[in-house]
């Protein structure tokens, strides 16, 4: 097959979308190299992880011949035609506007409606924009890709689009997260970024829908002998955060850290007890898949998908009740067996989520794609 991505995230973006994209990409290139790979994309960073991903036999990275403002979403399609393109994925929300009209069978994945759920994280116009796109995807794309069942859920009943057109296809992460670092570069970052012996470890934006503050008013009442490490972009919510940690007095126990190299964040989990992750909504969780394959045991929230990403042995409380995250992450520091037996069912676990599995269905969608839309 001749597969055509939206490639704008995975020429573009360093973290989220475009992992994801670039992921996807190149562990399909790598279990079934039958098939051409072809990547569609305004422009191009000149970047280390863009180039190394496109270093390959079957990905072609394809730039518009004519460059125009809409090019993604309606100039595109003579490029996909001109490609022999057999099937086309976006891999983030959008199709190009009448793809179904030239007989090119089309994938979207959707990630998360956040912009719908929590609508006073977006301005206006572009949440006019997300929900035009996203329904305008969902509706018209052959199938649709949905990275967890809260989010096959939400475009159900958000969308009114019918369940059998939605296939659940989880993600995974970064390989380094899957490979132990070494003494000495668990001593480089230590000292790098003077991280305390002993930490909970947290990742994520600092914003309303993350919730750090359940986490700051539980570390309240968890052993003083460990300290809380935050490493996300700070936001207006920081605010809220920095006062209750002054109203606390946990100025002493809690560190922010910001702009992390990616090659540093694998390092930074390893050397942590226990992952902390009270969100209230994800499309997913992918930190907390990140946490499992570094062997950190986890406690996250109930109310959307985390339970999906954690799996049965991580341990999961009420977003806004910081005194039983307190109360089980104390359970955890206090039993070194209880960590080893988390650890050990997380890493199980989390092998669901590995790029074997997962480009296995995706290929496995695509072909049934392809099938049930050939005359």
């Not at 794609?369 to 050939?374: K, M, Y």
Request: hydrophobic share 40%; net charge positive; with cysteine.
């Amino acid at each position: 097959m001749n597969i055509g991505f939206d490639g704008k995230r995975a020429a573009n973006n360093l973290t989220g979308l475009g992992n994801y994209s670039r992921s996807l990409i190149a562990h399909l290139a790598k279990y079934f190299p039958q098939n051409q790979y072809f990547v569609y994309s305004p422009k191009v960073k000149d970047i280390p992880q863009v180039n190394a991903f496109v270093n390959t036999k079957a990905i072609h990275l394809k730039l518009p011949e004519t460059k125009g403002l809409l090019w993604r979403s309606l100039g595109i399609k003579t490029q996909l035609l001109k490609d022999r393109i057999d099937l086309y994925h976006g891999l983030s929300h959008e199709i190009p506007i009448g793809i179904h009209k030239i007989g090119i069978p089309s994938v979207v994945t959707i990630h998360d409606l956040i912009f719908i759920k929590f609508p006073k994280n977006y301005g206006v116009i572009d949440r006019f924009i997300y929900n035009l796109k996203t329904k305008y995807a969902c509706k018209h794309a052959s199938s649709i890709i949905a990275i967890s069942e809260q989010t096959k859920h939400d475009i159900i009943q958000l969308f009114n689009i019918a369940p059998d057109k939605i296939e659940v296809v989880y993600q995974s992460c970064d390989d380094s997260f899957k490979s132990p670092a070494s003494v000495e570069a668990k001593k480089l970052v230590h000292k790098k970024y003077n991280l305390p012996d002993q930490y909970i470890l947290n990742v994520g934006t600092i914003e309303t829908r993350k919730n750090l503050l359940t986490l700051i008013k539980a570390l309240k009442n968890v052993n003083e002998g460990y300290k809380l490490v935050v490493i996300g972009k700070k936001t207006d919510y920081y605010k809220l955060v920095e006062k209750e940690i002054q109203k606390l007095g946990l100025n002493d126990r809690v560190l922010f850290l910001q702009n992390v190299p990616f090659t540093d964040l694998p390092v930074i989990y390893q050397m942590a007890t226990v992952f902390a992750y009270p969100s209230v909504y994800e499309g997913f969780g992918i930190p907390i898949i990140e946490a499992l394959y570094s062997h950190v045991p986890v406690v996250a929230a109930t109310g959307s998908c985390l339970e999906e990403a954690g799996g049965p042995d991580s341990v999961y409380v009420h977003p806004t009740d910081h005194t039983a995250m307190a109360n089980v992450i104390n359970r955890i520091l206090a039993s070194p067996d209880l960590q080893t037996e988390m650890k050990e069912k997380g890493i199980a676990y989390v092998q669901k989520f590995n790029n074997e599995h997962i480009s296995n269905q995706m290929m496995q969608l695509y072909i049934k794609t392809l099938a049930d839309n050939t005359p």
